[in-house]
């Protein structure tokens, strides 16, 4: 087997949407999503390293890109606290932002805000892009665990979950060309719909 490297790290150099970084790699988002299940929102964690794995020969294109960027192509944070009165869309409205991502940033559920309580504001060039995508790929996908079972392949089990067989190889740092054991275990990220 030949000793090659499975993946690039490419140092983002600060909180990136993952449609960007997708971008600048010049390979498909849900390639980006693939080899970082760790990062199931629309932009890397302010929380975690700057780090993203990608696909073996994009490390350049992706640190070139990157050394262009300016402080507006990266995402932001406002805090806003919240006055009485307010809604989610007229908050939206104000930071020339959408419902949804301000949802999803706060994890909020429905509608229901409180006065006095503070939501994170993303800003950014590219957010609209960045939900947009995260929306049509399902960007928060379901962890869940699976044990090989006796005549399981990998593309048997990519189709029993609706998943690519490099999405499998890649969450689970498999070797293509080795077999799978039962009672193996697995990590896969399924679509909650």
């Known amino acids: 087997m030949p000793n090659s490297p499975a993946f690039d790290v490419g140092n983002t150099g ?3 949407e993952l449609a960007r970084a997708a971008s600048l790699a010049g390979v498909d988002l ?4 693939a080899l970082n299940p760790g990062q199931l ?5 302010p929380e975690t ?27 932001r944070w406002e805090h806003y606290r919240i006055q009485n009165g307010d809604n989610l ?5 104000k930071f020339d932002t959408e419902v949804e991502l301000l949802r999803q940033v706060n994890d909020i559920r429905g509608s229901m805000i409180r006065a006095g309580d503070t939501l994170m504001i993303p800003q950014g060039s590219d957010w609209a892009t960045s939900l947009a995508m995260a929306d049509r790929s399902r960007i928060s996908p379901t962890k869940r665990g699976y ?7 990998l593309y048997r089990i990519a189709g029993k979950f609706k998943v690519s067989v490099h999405d499998i190889i890649a969450w689970n740092s498999l070797d ?10 697995l990590t896969l990220y399924v679509s909650g719909g």
Do not use: C
């Open 49 to 75: 390293a700057q780090e993203l794995l990608l696909p073996t020969g994009t490390a350049d294109a992706f640190h070139s890109g990157i050394a262009q960027l300016t402080d507006a192509d990266r995402v």
């Open 176 to 185: 293509p060309n080795a077999y799978l054991q039962p009672g193996q275990k």
């Open 30 to 33: 849900s390639m980006i999503q």
């Open 147 to 153: 044990r090989v079972r006796r005549g399981d392949s």
């Open 89 to 93: 869309i007229r908050i939206a409205r």
């Open 41 to 45: 929102r629309w932009a890397t964690s």
């Open 14 to 16: 600060g909180q990136i």
